[in-house]
């Protein structure tokens, strides 16, 4: 059966062909432009790769990315989106496990691409979207997707040191936008604000809600999110009605001042997820516009985005908890205990804290390339032993109130929210050894600070080990504080003793 994602881009060219559903200081792009332009891109993919194959695409935030996008999923394959900029060995690490048998880049980032490129066919996207439409092509193409199709892999922070790409398929995507817009009701006079990378899991909702509601999304440049006096301004020139951010992007236009220059002046619908939002910050925004509707969302990029949501319906003081919810539409979340002698899982008895599970029809395929890594954390459920039903463990904690709303409480492994990403401490520690001069480490996160540290014991520099960070990971993977000891404290059985750590961050 063939996706409906393209029916509705088909559909919408037809009914509002004339009208804008993608703009951005550079120049805008109707949805009849986003089905001529998707169906030159899947043409010219369709005569170079096999169905169900991964292409990589690496474009600059334009309007042009989502039509790139989308035309090699009406090709039969999915796209792998890759930030032109992250370091380039951070290109690197993704292009080794996507192994891409063809990358599309944009003219700005050709050099890059050629070379990182190994057994790798690179074309420019200008020149794939000048091609002609082979409409026969195109709708073979279409027609051997299926609901259970790969649509696209998003990238997040690996244990392992390398990234992990996440499968997500058109079911799935469509199943999560349908719940999403159950809650907040988009309509055709709708306008969405950009925040996110088209790498990152959240952009997926800027870049498809419009063919579903016929709302239009403006791309805002990022250097305006460090300028919130500008920020608030194009916001309103653009007349955006509804944020899907993260919580940082929330946060910083509030910490720099914004609303002593203005307000958002059209906005209705401000939807944030990705961390714990700050109390303090969440206030600014909800005092300075009143009228506006604030919504937490919660959920990993295995999930779809986000798979449960919570209405603020009072303004927060600093001793808030703000839930994260109940389920989407097509979800449902268990909590389960592990039980440490039988290594087996059991319901989390009510008002206790558990691991976050997922289960559903939006949950991620799994991990491209690794069986090992998906196996351990899409299981068939525990609770279930009569018929195959898959569920996926977060590694978050969570506990159902009196209320029956889902409250968060923490990672139950290594990994942290930062700066709105997902973050393996174990990935950074594995980066830091692979420094000369580096002998041992350990990487920890203070929370109320926002501060990645790294202890390590070694001849290399903290200024050598930042340059390198800085050189070769994405901002938001560099540690700001590193401390340099003697050698690292250690337990009786040889581990780090991290108790002894967290004491020295103060």
């Not at 794939?128 to 279409?142: H, N, P, Q």
């Not at 392992?160 to 809650?183: C, F, Q």
């Not at 907040?184 to 952009?203: R, T, W």
């Not at 910490?255 to 401000?270: D, I, M, S, Y």
Request: hydrophobic share 40%; with cysteine.
């Amino acid at each position: 059966m063939a996706s409906e994602i393209f029916d509705w881009i088909r559909h919408s060219a037809g009914l509002r062909g004339d009208r804008t559903i993608y703009e951005s200081d550079e120049g805008s792009l109707t949805f009849g432009d986003l089905d001529i332009f998707s169906k030159a891109v899947a043409t010219w993919v369709a005569k170079h790769s096999d169905i169900e194959r991964p292409i990589a695409v690496m474009t600059s935030r334009s309007v042009y990315t989502p039509a790139c996008c989308m035309g090699v999923a009406r090709a039969g394959c999915f796209y792998a989106p890759m930030d032109v900029d992250m370091p380039r060995a951070r290109l690197e690490q993704v292009m080794s496990v996507a192994a891409p048998e063809l990358l599309i880049v944009d003219r700005d980032h050709l050099e890059i691409a050629e070379s990182i490129a190994e057994d790798c066919t690179v074309a420019l996207m200008e020149d794939i979207m000048k091609g002609a439409a082979d409409e026969e092509l195109v709708a073979e193409r279409e027609a051997s997707v299926t609901e259970s199709s790969p649509i696209y892999m998003i990238f997040t922070s690996g244990s392992t040191g390398k990234p992990k790409g996440v499968l997500t398929s058109h079911r799935a995507l469509i199943g999560y936008l349908d719940g999403l817009n159950e809650v907040i009701s988009l309509g055709e006079d709708d306008v969405l604000g950009n925040q996110a990378s088209f790498d990152y899991i959240a952009a997926i909702r800027d870049m498809y809600l419009p063919l579903m509601t016929g709302a239009r999304t403006v791309i805002i440049p990022k250097n305006e999110f460090a300028m919130p006096g500008d920020l608030f301004r194009t916001l309103n020139s653009h007349g955006v009605t509804t944020l899907c951010w993260s919580c940082a992007g929330i946060e910083i236009p509030a910490k720099l001042g914004g609303f002593e220059e203005g307000r958002p002046e059209h906005l209705r619908t401000v939807v944030f997820s990705g961390s714990v939002i700050s109390n303090k910050y969440l206030r600014i925004w909800q005092e300075n516009l009143p009228e506006v509707t604030f919504i937490n969302q919660y959920g990993p990029t295995e999930a779809t985005a986000s798979c449960t949501y919570y209405v603020l319906r009072e303004v927060v003081t600093d001793d808030t908890v703000i839930p994260i919810g109940r389920p989407y539409k097509h979800y449902q979340i268990l909590l389960l205990s592990a039980d440490s002698d039988n290594g087996t899982y059991e319901k989390t008895p009510d008002g206790e804290i558990g691991e976050i599970c997922v289960k559903g029809p939006c949950l991620a395929t799994g991990y491209y390339r690794s069986q090992e890594q998906t196996d351990k954390v899409f299981m068939q459920n525990p609770l279930n032993p009569d018929y195959p039903e898959i569920i996926y463990l977060t590694g978050d904690l969570g506990h159902i109130g009196e209320d029956g709303e889902l409250y968060f409480h923490g990672r139950k492994d290594r990994q942290i929210k930062h700066m709105g990403h997902r973050v393996e401490l174990t990935e950074i520690e594995a980066y830091a050894l692979s420094i000369d001069g580096v002998n041992e480490c350990a990487s920890l996160y203070d929370k109320s600070r926002e501060l990645i540290y790294i202890f390590y014991a070694g001849t290399a520099t903290a200024r050598e080990i930042t340059l390198s960070f800085r050189t070769n990971m994405p901002a938001f993977m560099v540690p700001r504080r590193l401390v340099c000891l003697a050698e690292m404290p250690h337990l009786p059985n040889g581990k780090i003793a991290m108790s002894d750590l967290r004491k020295m961050m103060g």
